[in-house]
């Protein structure tokens, strides 16, 4: 089940766009594709902690938050039985009961990753794999889960691919979306 507090706040994002152009009865074709991205990788509830402290809608890690600048100091430990588990200190008033309560806080973090590792997947955009051409779209999808540096052995090894089946799967879900 997808975190209705997603769905309400893309529904306002594609409603309050401030366009010059005039109305149209159709809908813009972007914010549609984007839409469409965004429900396929919010995947938990939005208050949701996975046992390997995947934060939120997007399950979201400290790496992922640092990279973005919004954890200190990422760093892998053990959590209870959880071996390279990523934590790290919040920046600037944050902290995880914030990030946990507030799904546009959490979409403006995945929006803020997408656009960070979206230049860096760009030269695999063509590529086939496993007989597919790989998308934007999916690469992100697989940088999403994998890392920018993981997406390197994913595309070139099907070993690798086979080993990491959520990420192999996220990518089937999302390539070709744009």
């Avoid at 208050?47 to 990422?74: K, N, Y």
């Avoid at 799904?103 to 990753?113: D, G, H, T, V, W």
């Avoid at 979206?118 to 590529?127: A, D, H, L, R």
């Avoid at 070993?159 to 799967?169: A, G, I």
Wanted: hydrophobic fraction near 40%; charge should be positive; glycine fraction near 10%.
């Amino acid at each position: 089940m997808l975190p209705v507090g997603v769905f309400a706040f893309l529904g306002g994002i594609a409603l309050g766009s401030r366009s010059k152009k005039p109305l149209s009865m159709l809908p813009p074709k972007k914010p549609i594709v984007w839409e469409r991205f965004v429900t396929i990788m919010a995947v938990s509830p939005r208050s949701h902690v996975s046992p390997r402290r995947r934060l939120g809608a997007f399950q979201m890690d400290a790496r992922q938050l640092g990279d973005i600048g919004w954890v200190e100091a990422p760093r892998k430990m053990v959590v209870g039985k959880e071996l390279g588990v990523w934590s790290g200190k919040w920046k600037d008033g944050l902290s995880e009961e914030k990030f946990l309560a507030s799904a546009p806080l959490q979409y403006e973090a995945f929006k803020k990753s997408v656009k960070r590792i979206s230049p860096k997947v760009q030269k695999y955009v063509g590529t086939l794999v496993d007989g597919h051409k790989c998308s934007l779209s999916g690469l992100l999808g697989v940088a999403h889960h994998a890392g920018v540096i993981g997406v390197d052995s994913w595309v070139k090894d099907p070993d690798v691919r086979k080993r990491f089946k959520t990420t192999t799967e996220t990518f089937k879900k999302t390539n070709g979306i744009f």
